[in-house]
Structures are given as C-alpha cells and as structure tokens.
C-alpha cells in the first residue's frame, strides 16, 4: 500500500495550517477586498438612505413610495440583481457595490425613518420654542435620539453586506467569496473551510464595532437601562 501523503494539503484535509502559512498574501488581499467592497457599499447606502428617510419623515406621503421601492429591491435575488446591473457596471467591482447599495436601503431607511418617528413630539416642540430652526432641529435633537434605532439598521445592513459581498465572485469581485467560489469548484476543502470562516469572523467583528460605536455616540441608552 502506498503511504499517505506527509502534509495535510496533499491529503486535502479541511483544517490545514499548511495552508494558512502558504497561501498568506492570497487570504490577506481577499479579506481586504471584502472589507473594502463592505465598506464602501454601506457608506453610500448610509449616505443615500439618511435623506430618503428625513423626507419621508417631513412628507408623510413619501414614506409609503419610498419603503415599498427599498422593499422590492431587498426581494430581488441577488444573482438576478447583478444581472440587471450588469448592462450598466460590467464585471467590475461597481457591480458588486451597486447591488450592496440598493439591498442597504431596505435596512436603512425603514430603520431610521423609525427611529426618527419615534422622537416625542413634545420634544419637537420644546424644541421649536428655544428657537431651533429646521436644520438645527434635526442635526441636534432628531438625529441623536434616532440614533440607536439608526444604528441597528446599520448594523443588520454591515452583516448582511459581509454575506452577499460573497456572492461577487461570480463577477471575479466577491473579497473571500473567491477564494469560497473558487475552492468549492475543486474541492479544495481547507480553501473552503479557511474563507468561510474568515466571513464570519468578519461579519462578528463588525458587528460588535458597531454595537461599541452606538454605545459610544448613546450615553444616555446606558443610563435609562441602568
């Protein structure tokens, strides 16, 4: 019989840290396309959503349009999504980050537009009557106590971005979901196993940035629960 092989990548095991030490650089500029890609799709999500909402806020007949619109584009399937952009963007990374950007919008608006309606109207009008304008009413009353529900739309928004970003390798621009994509197609199992859990880790570490940025930007949260 013959012996088997001497390392765990010949013998293709799932866990291999012969892989980890060879393949370095590969899972470095994949985790840094994919934090890149989430990066940038939340922040322009977040840019396009926050007025969307304070509009549908102040013109209470825009908030139906505009929550059905975001709604139906978080019910196309992502394949199908990039298919439709892919007329306009090509195979590039743009194609990857305007399909990310229009999945955010559900997240964002819905969740801002609640937290902004959530603000007492008594608050409002105490406001109002210090003399607060429009602008100055919402930078600095509205907008902070919309916060922690902002925050939880941003938050649910950065994962779901961690996961779909995968779905980019189809278009060569997936972060890990490359290497994933990749591995699945030969079986190429420590690959598979390495990148997947890398997303997750991802996706985790985000997530509780977020929840230490929020509690960072809402003192106040942790005095009521106190």
Known sequence: MTAPPDDCLARNEWICGEYLSTRRQILWDAVVQHLQLTAVSVLIGLVIALPLA????????????????????????????????LPVYGLSASLVVAGLVLY???????????????VPEETRQAARGMGYGPIRLLLTVELPLALPAAMAGLRIAMVSAVSLVTVGAIVGHGGLGNLIYAGMNTYFKAQVLTAS??????????????????????????????
Not at 54 to 82: D, E, Q
Not at 104 to 118: K, M, Q
């Open 54 to 85: 304070v509009l549908a806020r102040r013109w209470g007949w825009a908030a139906g349009p505009v929550l059905a619109v975001t709604t139906i584009l978080y019910t196309i399937p992502s394949l199908a999504m990039f298919s439709l952009l």
């Open 104 to 118: 955010s919008l559900t997240l964002l608006v819905r969740n801002i537009l609640a937290g902004l309606r959530a």
């Open 197 to 226: 859990v890398l997303c997750v880790v991802i996706a985790i570490l985000a997530d509780v940035l977020l929840l230490g940025v929020q509690r960072l930007l809402t003192p106040w949260t942790r005095a009521t629960r106190g």
